[in-house]
């Protein structure tokens, strides 16, 4: 069984809206960093819960009552969705609070090189460019247009996203000269890039093991005539 989210409703908007505001208060005031950062590092939480609900609900085959949240594949338009308006902010804040009149020189903070500065945010900014796309085939009547084939095979690409993003995460943290080196959300973002790799591969696994499973189970079955 395949867990489709192809309906992004209000209240689920508004749930995962003020869970990601209240979340970037929180990481500014408690760790005294800025907007931009504590916006990125609310996008990659996002990220993260659309990247495992998906092998989660392969590996666990839930039924259709699963969770407090009703179903939690359900909730990954939404999700996806606020990873890109908290992505945009961070971007916003990056740019001096401005999206207008910016350039891509400001953008690479002057050029490739800077320490690495520029390489980490060129590689943030195509992600960026992609979680867009991401965003505008999210909703429904975009969906339906497309068909379920198409849409997949599009939404395929967050992981694309999610790699990218991470990149963008560690060699800022760990490589460039900007800043004073990796801090506690650094070696976080390690672990839950690991978590998703192991998630995936789980999850690939049993479903090579079910596909398998169900060519012998064909194999037996007599020809009728």
């Known amino acids: 069984m395949a867990y489709i989210d192809v309906k992004n409703?209000?209240?689920?908007?508004?749930?995962?809206?003020?869970?990601?505001?209240?979340?970037?208060?929180?990481?500014?005031?408690?760790?005294?960093?800025?907007?931009?950062t504590s916006f990125a590092r609310v996008s990659f939480f996002l990220l993260f819960f659309v990247l495992i609900i998906g092998p989660i609900m392969r590996l666990i085959r839930p039924k259709e009552s699963f969770s407090v949240f009703e179903r939690p594949w359900t909730w990954r338009g939404e999700l996806g969705i606020w990873f890109v308006i908290t992505s945009l902010l961070h971007f916003y804040f990056v740019m001096d609070k401005g999206?207008?009149?910016?350039?891509?020189?400001?953008?690479?903070?002057?050029?490739?090189?800077?320490?690495?500065?520029?390489?980490?945010?060129?590689?943030?900014?195509?992600?960026?460019?992609?979680?867009?796309?991401?965003?505008?085939?999210?909703?429904?009547?975009?969906i339906k247009f497309?068909?379920?084939?198409?849409?997949?095979?599009?939404?395929?690409?967050?992981?694309?996203?999610?790699?990218?993003?991470?990149?963008?995460?560690?060699?800022?943290?760990?490589?460039?000269?900007?800043?004073?080196?990796?801090?506690?959300?650094?070696y976080t973002s390690i672990i839950m890039l690991l978590i998703v790799?192991?998630?995936?591969?789980?999850?690939?696994?049993?479903?090579?093991k079910e596909s398998k499973r169900e060519s012998k189970k064909h194999q037996k079955q007599p020809f009728s005539s």
């Open 99 to 142: 999206f207008i009149g910016w350039s891509l020189t400001k953008a690479l903070g002057g050029g490739i090189g800077g320490g690495g500065f520029g390489l980490a945010n060129l590689i943030g900014l195509i992600a960026l460019i992609m979680s867009l796309i991401l965003a505008a085939t999210s909703f429904n009547k975009i």
């Open 9 to 36: 409703t209000l209240g689920k908007h508004i749930c995962v809206g003020i869970f990601s505001i209240g979340l970037a208060v929180i990481l500014t005031y408690l760790f005294s960093i800025g907007w931009s």
């Open 197 to 208: 790799v192991v998630l995936q591969a789980f999850a690939f696994v049993k479903t090579v």
């Open 146 to 186: 497309l068909g379920i084939g198409p849409w997949r095979w599009i939404q395929s690409f967050t992981y694309v996203v999610f790699y990218l993003v991470i990149g963008h995460l560690i060699y800022f943290q760990f490589f460039t000269t900007h800043g004073s080196g990796p801090d506690w959300f650094g």
